[in-house]
């Protein structure tokens, strides 16, 4: 029961590891960004410019691009259809910056295309939202109170935050194909050659491992939970 009493030794046992692993994936993308980020692609061709040639190779009209500040900042927003490239992609003709501005668009293609793994994202986002915020607060009280309400709450808690784990598993299959569709692109456009697709690849890769690493915390932790509810039941 030493969760009531500050030490907590499932974290050490479910999310410690998790950490760890999610620390290294991290590491790898900045590594993997920084490295390629210094080479030069043969075509010249930056970020948004890449962007833009995945968006036209798939049919895509009416995504604006534009520029925001930050590293490692870009994404896809579907509410407005802005494809966002931050200061170390936009304008740069790296290597780096060619995988992850196409990487973003193949975001583009997918709500152009209503590809299914992302419609399925988006109708869970406001559920995983609701349950980011008040499925903690029903948990702590729910191991605070020692009467029934308190089993009513805290499961009412675990099960919101179910939903922010399912989103997380939803995710794998919307970034893993939005990769696949980058580096099709790259490729079948010949965009980049030999070592410049294979260091694309390489960040996409890094990126993608960091998505992996978030799922596998989020399903520890709901399993961490369960199992300390199942004790305080006991």
């Known amino acids: 029961m030493g969760f009531f009493y500050g030490f907590d030794w499932t974290y050490l046992v479910f999310i410690l590891p998790c950490v760890i692993v999610s620390m290294i994936c991290q590491a790898k993308v900045t590594s993997a960004f920084s490295k390629y980020s210094k080479i030069t692609n043969s075509r010249n061709m930056t970020g948004a410019q890449a962007a833009e040639y995945v968006l036209r190779q798939n049919g895509v009209s009416g995504v604006r691009i534009e520029q925001v500040s930050g590293k490692l900042t870009d994404h896809f927003d579907p509410r407005t259809n802005v494809i966002r490239l931050s200061d170390?992609?936009?304008?740069?003709?790296?290597?780096?910056?060619?995988?992850?501005?196409a990487h973003e668009a193949g975001h583009a293609v997918q709500h152009a295309q209503n590809y299914l793994p992302n419609k399925i994202r988006s109708v869970i986002l406001?559920?995983?939202?609701?349950?980011?915020?008040?499925?903690?607060?029903?948990?702590?009280?729910?191991?605070?109170?020692?009467?029934?309400?308190?089993?009513?709450?805290?499961?009412?808690?675990?099960?919101?935050?179910s939903f922010s784990v399912l989103f997380t598993l939803v995710t794998l299959p919307v970034e893993f194909n939005a990769s696949k569709r980058a580096l099709e692109t790259i490729k079948n456009g010949e965009l980049l050659y030999g070592e410049e697709y294979k260091g694309a690849k390489s960040v996409l890769t890094a990126a993608a491992m960091t998505y992996v690493a978030s799922a596998l915390t989020a399903i520890m932790q709901l399993l961490r939970l369960l199992f300390i509810a199942g004790r305080r039941r006991d």
């Open 88 to 101: 170390s992609v936009y304008a740069s003709n790296s290597v780096a910056a060619v995988g992850v501005a």
């Open 126 to 161: 406001p559920l995983a939202n609701i349950g980011s915020k008040l499925s903690w607060f029903l948990i702590l009280f729910g191991i605070l109170f020692t009467a029934k309400i308190g089993y009513v709450m805290l499961y009412a808690g675990i099960l919101l935050f």
